[in-house]
């Protein structure tokens, strides 16, 4: 992510990091001091372009990765359920698509413009339809909404559709952004923008609002947005754990821990809207604890997988019918738009 930089400007980032750290001159003697100088240069370079909005070729990249683990985890899912309907096959096709508008648009400025943003509103729509058909399909199950637990956790996963527009909605935000070799005086250009031919007809108010809203963006001023985003994706990250564990009757006690960490999130996310400080200290704490402990379920579902009947002499039937792979990362997902909502700057 970090770009080159002069040898005297990069040699004052070094030193800066080194004295935020409280580092003394003979702690960067030899090849370790060497590696920790540049590390800390990377570091502080990175946060630097990302509160000032210059990360669109990682956000990206991000992005279209997002895209391809939400659609191979609806790839499992749909198998269960023998694509009984056509519009199971959307998402199979978006998200490919999404992820290699991910992966272009980080080395194509082009493509991050066009492609990225209608690939990511694609992928945005069909999570909302899905998540109207899950509903549909909850409903048309034996007692329907009247017996709401059992139908929601043996029904379609109820809230899966939803999660898959996480990519999406990173994807959108970093059409906004500003590439990590963009000059700084950038910064104003959203300002003499002019306004698109099909707009015209858009009320003024509406389009000065927009204006302000994506040059904000543009210099990483959105992390109330941000904020919201992760206390939603919270809330459907844990109820997609609750009644996923409930199917197995939380066997191990370890699969509490999503649960019980779903609602921190959410609250602190909340408090981050409204609360500076919760947005610089609490919430990056438990965010970084949700990305460890998607990595962990990430772990543990690969073990169980590879504890059924078969093991590994039979990986695409354990892979389909055993726990949900991929799910445990859209949880570390939401931990990651926590940790990056905590680098970001408040609006003016």
Request: with cysteine; net charge positive.
């Amino acid at each position: 992510m970090a770009v080159e930089m002069p040898a005297r400007i990069a040699q004052s980032v070094a030193r800066t990091s080194e004295q935020r750290l409280g580092l003394r001159p003979r702690h960067r003697r030899g090849v370790a001091g060497a590696l920790f100088s540049v590390l800390t240069r990377d570091v502080t370079i990175t946060e630097q372009h990302v509160r000032e909005g210059r990360f669109q070729r990682s956000l990206a990249l991000i992005a279209g990765l997002s895209g391809l683990l939400g659609g191979l985890e609806v790839t499992t899912e749909h198998y269960q359920g023998s694509y009984g309907q056509r519009i199971m096959y959307s998402p199979l096709l978006i998200s490919p698509v999404l992820f290699i508008a991910g992966v272009w648009g980080a080395f194509n400025r082009r493509i991050a413009r066009t492609l990225l943003p209608l690939s990511s509103l694609a992928l945005l729509a069909d999570g909302l339809i899905g998540f109207v058909f899950h509903i549909r399909g909850i409903k048309r199950k034996p007692g329907g909404w009247r017996i709401p637990v059992v139908n929601i956790v043996m029904g379609p996963p109820l809230f899966a559709p939803l999660l898959l527009t996480i990519g999406g909605f990173l994807g959108i935000i970093a059409t906004f952004l500003r590439r990590e070799d963009d000059p700084v005086r950038d910064r104003l250009a959203s300002n003499t923008a002019s306004v698109p031919g099909w707009a015209r007809w858009v009320p003024k108010s509406l389009l000065q609002e927009e204006r302000l809203i994506s040059h904000e963006i543009r210099e990483g001023r959105f992390q109330r947005i941000l904020a919201g985003a992760t206390a939603v994706s919270a809330v459907l990250n844990g109820c997609e754990s609750l009644y996923s564990h409930y199917k197995n009757k939380f066997r191990y006690r370890i699969q509490w821990t999503p649960v019980l960490l779903s609602p921190v999130i959410f609250v602190v996310s909340l408090g981050a809207i409204f609360n500076r400080w919760m947005a610089r200290t609490l919430l990056p704490v438990m965010s970084l604890l949700a990305t460890l402990n998607g990595l962990v379920g990430f772990f543990y579902h690969i073990r169980g997988s590879l504890r059924r009947p078969g093991g590994v002499k039979k990986p695409f039937y354990n892979l389909v019918y055993g726990p949900p792979v991929f799910a445990p990362l859209l949880f570390a997902a939401t931990g990651f738009l926590g940790i990056l909502t905590s680098l970001l700057r408040r609006p003016r």
